[in-house]
């Protein structure tokens, strides 16, 4: 179904593909949305300013393996949604809808626009993490049979910069690769190669290495970034070794109660909880993980 064909006549609205030059004004709606929604809960922002998240709105539109589109009205935009397909599992976000607009259907329509992308392109499963304190996302991801799979802290604070004797933490190289995607297989039964591969050209893999072997690696510690380890000792390691969470900062999943709290005793700090939403193929991780804000 052409994506047009999504937005119901006489409402004004239309759902299109985006282009480059709609990351100003799809970069200040996601701000906005977010940081009022915030403001309601009493919660900090997740994004410190407009330009915080332009940035990542603007990569999303451009990467050419995201399907990124725009809700417009009266030829302006009113929000966007995104749909990474570097993976098996296509990660849906983040979506945003102008304050003004919300609760007319618009973040409906933008949802059943990648949800008919992924269809289309039969990807085995979409997923995302959900803010927990927004009633309103979770009913309308759960109304759409989205499940939810598990709650996740967004953790942030100082560095630890620490190591561990026998722990080696060192950039990932393409040498790698392989290493990398066995322990996403063998984890959660499918790879992430195409975020394994942008990570290590950018340069913000690391691995960490016990006796000579690669025991798990990172895109990066934090919130866009994913990682995979055999223990909570090589996770703890890749943590200790970062000299930056973000903000929000990197998840850690509630169910892994040793990493939670080993999190807190390091000073960290929860920013909020997330739920992990999935629709399709899914299967339990088996093993020491830490998800993206993607899935
Ligand atoms: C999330 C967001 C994109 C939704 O867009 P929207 O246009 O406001 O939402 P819609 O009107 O399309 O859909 C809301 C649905 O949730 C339902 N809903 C609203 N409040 C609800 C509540 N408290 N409990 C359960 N369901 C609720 C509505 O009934 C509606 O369902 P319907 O389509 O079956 O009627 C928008 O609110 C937003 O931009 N929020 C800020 C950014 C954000 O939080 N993004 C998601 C991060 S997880």
């Known amino acids: 179904m052409a994506i047009e064909a999504l937005a119901p006549a006489g409402t004004g609205v239309r759902i299109r593909e985006a282009v480059d030059a709609d990351w100003v004004d799809a970069g200040r709606i996601c701000y906005e949305a977010f940081a009022t929604l915030a403001d309601q809960h009493g919660f900090p922002h997740d994004f410190p300013n407009v330009a ?3 940035e990542p709105i603007r990569w999303l539109i451009n990467h050419p393996r995201v399907f990124a589109v725009v809700a417009e009205r ?7 949604n995104f749909l990474d397909e570097r993976g098996t599992i296509s990660a849906i976000g983040p979506i945003s809808v102008d304050p003004h607009a919300q609760n007319r259907h618009v973040g409906r329509l933008l949802m059943d626009a990648v949800l008919e992308r992924a269809h289309a392109r039969e990807a085995p499963g979409v997923r995302l993490l959900q803010i ?6 979770l009913g309308l991801y759960a109304k759409l049979g989205m499940e939810v799979r598990g709650a996740f802290a967004a953790m ?4 630890i910069r620490r190591s561990f ?3 080696d933490v060192r950039p990932a190289t393409p040498d790698d690769e392989y290493a990398c995607n066995s322990h996403c297989l063998r984890v959660h039964g499918h790879a992430r190669a195409g975020e394994v591969r942008e990570a290590i050209d950018a340069g913000s893999a690391r691995v960490v290495e ?3 072997r690669i025991t798990g ?5 934090g919130y866009f970034s994913h990682s995979v380890a055999e223990t909570n000792d090589d996770l703890r390691a890749l943590i200790a070794e970062a000299d930056d969470f973000g903000t929000p900062g990197f998840l850690v999943p509630l169910s892994n109660n040793d990493l939670f709290r080993w999190c807190l005793e390091q000073g960290l700090r929860v920013f ?9 193929l899914y299967q339990e991780p088996e093993g020491a993980y830490m998800p993206s804000v993607g899935y």
């Open 132 to 137: 927990a304190y927004h009633n309103r996302s």
């Open 272 to 280: 909020f909880v997330l739920n992990l939403m999935t629709l399709g």
């Open 210 to 212: 016990r006796l000579g």
């Open 52 to 54: 915080a998240a332009s």
């Open 156 to 159: 942030h604070g100082e560095p």
């Open 165 to 167: 004797p026998g722990y």
């Open 217 to 221: 690696y990172t895109t990066r510690v």
């Open 74 to 80: 009266d030829g302006r935009v009113i929000g966007s």
